[in-house]
């Protein structure tokens, strides 16, 4: 299974760190691929962090992760900062309250762990065993 280089999700796609776009030449009927564009270009990476970064440009792969790494830290700020809660709080409140909790505390793990790529606070393992437990447990 390959990993986003920019967040540690599953690669399902190939970025470019140099555009496309940035390599043809010709008019909008001839455009065709000039001889420096190549493999190396290449990097995996997840859809949503294909797309975070567009049609920009950057020195290297290391500015342009910075660059991704900040954007998520704004698209997600609600539920990095939403607040945590003990398990004792967490079984005071009603069903879907804590169903809702529980979810968005398991969300708030998963944007922490791709924030911190390639150092995972939490262990992938021990997340998806909880996100498990969680949806196969009535509440």
């Given at each position: ?27 909008r009927?001839?455009?065709h691929?000039t ?13 949503e ?13 290391y ?13 997600y700020?609600?539920i990095?900062n939403s607040?945590?809660?003990s398990?004792e709080?967490?079984?005071?409140m ?31 393992i ?14």
């Amino acid at each position: 299974m390959k990993k986003c280089f920019y967040c540690g999700e599953y690669a399902n796609t190939k970025d470019h760190i140099i555009p496309v776009s940035f390599y043809y030449n010709g008019g909008r009927k001839g455009k065709h691929l000039t001889a420096e564009y190549g493999k190396e270009n290449l990097i995996d990476s997840c859809h949503e962090c294909n797309c975070i970064a567009n049609n920009k440009i950057f020195n290297n792969k290391y500015e342009k992760k910075d660059y991704i790494q900040e954007r998520l830290k704004i698209k997600y700020r609600k539920i990095i900062n939403s607040p945590f809660w003990s398990d004792e709080e967490i079984n005071e409140m009603g069903r879907t309250l804590r169903k809702e909790i529980i979810i968005q505390q398991l969300a708030r793990k998963w944007i922490l762990n791709r924030l911190s790529h390639p150092v995972y606070l939490y262990p992938v393992i021990e997340f998806n065993r909880e996100l498990e437990h969680f949806m196969n447990k009535e509440l």
